[in-house]
């Protein structure tokens, strides 16, 4: 037999339908109120761990950014002391040296300097002289034939910044502990001496009968 609904069975099951519907829409709400909170959690953590990454990183940089600090200041003032060590070891030398060559030696100067209009300047390592003669001494830990290069031009310009020795013959020296790119060798085809280190002085390492060069 056909089943018959009345209103008050259908009003049930509305109730019902109802009922189910806002179980699970508060079901739902939970469900998501949960992931969103698990999601902020997420992203908290995640924020959290960036910013102690980034504080760090500016740790790091500002450690590394003092020890560069601290290693470019120590190497500047051995570079400075070694230049020292270097020029305390020619300087003594030179007045043997040079008078073994005939060339007698009356004074010998370290770190002479002359300036000129427009902001020129000259240094010259060693100067070592006599009534007759002026040499040029250009020390370097390592000489390298830009070295030699820059001395020949340092030579030819010397009477211009040092017009009292104007009556003087010049000539030129390099010395270094170390001799790279065949630097001794280009600086004596340009009539230059060569000082190299021989235990704990110096010596020539021109041959005997080297004539130097004089400007």
Same mark, same amino acid.
């Given at each position: 037999?056909?089943?018959?609904?009345?209103? $008050?069975?259908? *009003? =049930?099951?509305?109730?019902?339908?109802?009922?189910?519907?806002?179980?699970?829409?508060?079901?739902?709400?939970?469900?998501? @109120?949960?992931?969103?909170?698990?999601?902020?959690?997420?992203?908290?953590?995640?924020?959290?761990?960036?910013?102690?990454?980034?504080?760090?990183?500016?740790?790091?940089?500002? /450690?590394?950014? @003092? #020890?560069?600090?601290?290693?470019?200041?120590?190497?500047?003032? !051995?570079?400075?002391? *070694?230049?020292?060590?270097?020029?305390?070891?020619?300087?003594?030398?030179?007045?043997? /040296?040079?008078? $073994?060559?005939?060339?007698?030696?009356? %004074?010998?100067?370290?770190?002479? =300097?002359? =300036? /000129?209009?427009?902001?020129?300047?000259?240094?010259?390592? #060693?100067?070592?002289?006599?009534?007759?003669?002026?040499?040029?001494?250009?020390?370097?830990?390592? !000489? %390298?034939?830009?070295?030699?290069?820059?001395? !020949?031009?340092? !030579?030819?310009?010397?009477?211009?910044?040092?017009?009292?020795?104007?009556?003087?013959? #010049?000539?030129?020296?390099?010395?270094?502990?170390?001799?790279?790119?065949?630097?001794? @060798?280009?600086?004596?085809?340009?009539?230059?001496?060569?000082?190299?280190?021989?235990? $704990?002085?110096?010596?020539?390492?021109?041959?005997?009968?080297?004539?130097?060069?004089? *400007?």
């Amino acid at each position: 037999m056909p089943v018959t609904m009345t209103v $008050e069975d259908i *009003w =049930k099951m509305f109730e019902e339908t109802n009922r189910q519907f806002r179980e699970q829409s508060a079901e739902t709400e939970r469900r998501f @109120r949960e992931q969103s909170a698990e999601t902020d959690r997420k992203i908290q953590e995640t924020a959290a761990e960036v910013r102690e990454t980034a504080a760090q990183m500016r740790e790091q940089h500002a /450690l590394t950014e @003092r #020890v560069v600090r601290e290693v470019s200041r120590k190497v500047g003032d !051995l570079g400075g002391r *070694w230049g020292d060590f270097v020029e305390g070891l020619v300087a003594p030398a030179c007045e043997t /040296l040079f008078a $073994e060559r005939g060339i007698p030696i009356h %004074t010998v100067s370290r770190q002479v =300097k002359s =300036k /000129l209009p427009g902001g020129r300047h000259m240094e010259i390592d #060693v100067l070592v002289v006599n009534t007759d003669a002026v040499a040029l001494v250009e020390v370097k830990s390592t !000489l %390298t034939v830009e070295d030699v290069r820059e001395h !020949l031009a340092r !030579l030819a310009q010397f009477k211009d910044f040092f017009p009292v020795y104007a009556d003087r013959r #010049v000539i030129g020296a390099v010395a270094g502990i170390v001799i790279s790119e065949n630097a001794d @060798r280009f600086a004596m085809n340009n009539g230059i001496f060569v000082m190299v280190q021989s235990g $704990e002085t110096m010596r020539m390492a021109n041959d005997s009968d080297f004539q130097p060069r004089s *400007w």
